[in-house]
């Protein structure tokens, strides 16, 4: 599965969007995007996941570039319950659940 | 209802003692996981089991030993505790899909091995 890199950490005003950037400029043609995050003391929360196309849910925006060689994950309004760790991950087709968590990005929502 | 549940969710033992964590989905999954978090935060799979078999063992020591007695639980065994062992793990699970990335975590099991 192809590496990514994301900052270790960001800072977000309450009520703003907070975007996210991941690059995995090494992704390969089936490999997914996906993001989670981890609010302390708790297990990793599945937000989403994409291949090509842009993505929304209820909790999120992904938004992939055309090359897909970079990927940003937006909270459109952040609370300060999304002072989490957020994890961008690739992840090939054929290897099951097996997600390969690298240090993620620290997000802080101040009030 | 909590979809994924692990027992205990703390544990203090010595070195060289024997510790089970049970892990319980009711999700009616048929993929389970075991994951480990270290002190240093990284996650790493140990272990996936699918319909009761194992998928995946990531090179874990053989004293880490999963059992699946049905498709909804996932325990884990370990013997002779060393200090290394101490971290946070999460079991998981999937929908029957083996292409899937999306996990439902449980709020994991906190082993201090002292």
């Known amino acids: 599965d192809a590496k990514t890199t994301q900052p270790p950490s960001m800072d977000c005003a309450e009520g703003r969007a907070a975007n996210l950037p991941c690059n995995h400029s090494?992704?390969?043609?089936?490999?997914?995007v996906y993001w989670y995050r981890q609010i302390h003391s708790q297990g990793p929360q599945y937000i989403i996941h994409?291949?090509?196309n842009n993505e929304t849910n209820e909790m999120a925006s992904l938004i992939i570039t055309e090359d897909r060689k970079s990927s940003t994950l937006i909270l459109p309004h952040a609370t300060l319950r999304d002072t989490a760790v957020y994890y961008c991950i690739v992840k090939g087709g054929t290897s099951y659940g097996k997600l390969t968590f690298g240090q993620g990005t620290i997000l802080t929502v101040h009030p | 209802d909590t979809a994924v549940s692990q027992t205990p969710k703390y544990l203090v033992t010595q070195m060289g003692n024997d510790k089970s964590i049970k892990c319980e989905q009711n999700?009616?999954?048929?993929?389970m996981y075991w994951y480990k978090q270290d002190s240093k935060k990284f996650l790493k799979i140990m272990f996936s089991?699918?319909?009761?078999?194992?998928?995946i063992n990531e090179t874990v020591p053989n004293r880490f030993s999963p059992k699946s007695p049905d498709k909804a639980h996932l325990n884990l065994h370990i013997n002779s505790l060393e200090l290394g062992d101490s971290a946070v793990y999460f079991c998981?699970?999937?929908?029957?899909?083996?292409?899937?990335?999306?996990?439902?975590f449980g709020e994991g099991s906190r082993l201090t091995v002292l």
């Open positions: 090494t992704i390969s043609g089936n490999e997914y």
């Open positions: 089991y699918n319909n009761k078999e194992l998928i």
């Open positions: 998981a699970s999937s929908h029957p899909d083996r292409d899937t990335g999306e996990l439902f």
């Open positions: 994409g291949l090509k």
């Open positions: 999700l009616g999954h048929d993929t």
